[in-house]
């Protein structure tokens, strides 16, 4: 079952503007991540944040994670036409005997921008 | 060399036939992993290996059997597949055990026909 609820679905702005994704999830976890993936291709690690962590910038991008709401949301300033693509979290709730992660993703937002 | 990468990038097959899937990094990644992911939906996964053993089987049919040759690289071998099982498969890596990033493949769309 999927642990992360994504919303909107669907996100369509104009470049320049910012892009708000929000996540939502369901169990305790180790870390929440957020992942893009351009139509068709594979994804690609954007941010990660930890339990004990509120919030986390890393260039346009900025994160933020209540633990107390089991919620995430993503923020993309500035937006870029190549930024157009889906965005998921994911989060890292369970490990292995062994220690082997598991990414549990949500349901995704497909992000476009406007030229 | 930050790589992961994935062959064939298409593959069509038909329900009889047997093929295998590949994927392979250099990052000395010790951690492989195989995902599922259906038209508009979030992958979803199906095997992890770490340090080249079979860690997850997230009770995957097995007519998709996984294999783990050597550390750099990661197989998937089809055998008898249904047409549902048309997807892209996504391999990806992370560093260690505990180790968070993954790092992802570009996938192989497969068509079951």
């Known amino acids: 079952s999927q642990q992360g609820e994504e919303d909107p679905q669907a996100l369509s702005i104009q470049e320049g503007e910012n892009a708000t994704m929000n996540c939502s999830y369901k169990t305790s976890i180790n870390n929440l991540q957020w992942y893009r993936q351009n139509s068709g291709r594979g994804l690609v690690h954007l941010i990660l944040?930890?339990?004990?962590?509120r919030e986390k910038h890393s260039g346009r991008l900025r994160v933020t994670l209540d633990t107390s709401k089991k919620s995430s949301s993503l923020l993309i300033t500035a937006s870029r036409a190549a930024d157009t693509a889906s965005y998921f979290c994911?989060?890292?709730?369970?490990?292995?005997?062994?220690?082997?992660?598991?990414?549990?993703f949500g349901q995704g937002t497909r992000l476009t921008i406007n030229p | 060399d930050t790589e992961v990468t994935q062959t064939p990038k298409h593959l069509v097959m038909g329900m009889t036939n047997k093929k295998s899937l590949k994927c392979e990094q250099h990052?000395?990644?010790?951690?492989m992993y195989w995902y599922k992911q259906k038209a508009k939906k979030p992958p979803e996964l199906m095997f992890v290996y770490s340090y080249e053993k079979l860690s997850i089987n997230e009770s995957v049919p097995s007519r998709f059997s996984p294999e783990c040759p050597n550390s750099s690289l990661l197989n998937l071998h089809l055998h008898a597949l249904q047409p549902e099982d048309s997807a892209l498969y996504l391999c990806?890596?992370?560093?260690?055990?505990?180790?968070?990033?993954?790092?992802f493949g570009p996938g192989t769309r497969l068509t079951v026909t």
């Open positions: 990806a890596s992370s560093q260690d055990l505990g180790h968070d990033e993954q790092y």
């Open positions: 990052m000395g990644h010790r951690a």
């Open positions: 994911a989060t890292d709730n369970l490990r292995s005997v062994q220690g082997a992660q598991k990414l549990v």
């Open positions: 944040i930890r339990s004990n962590e």
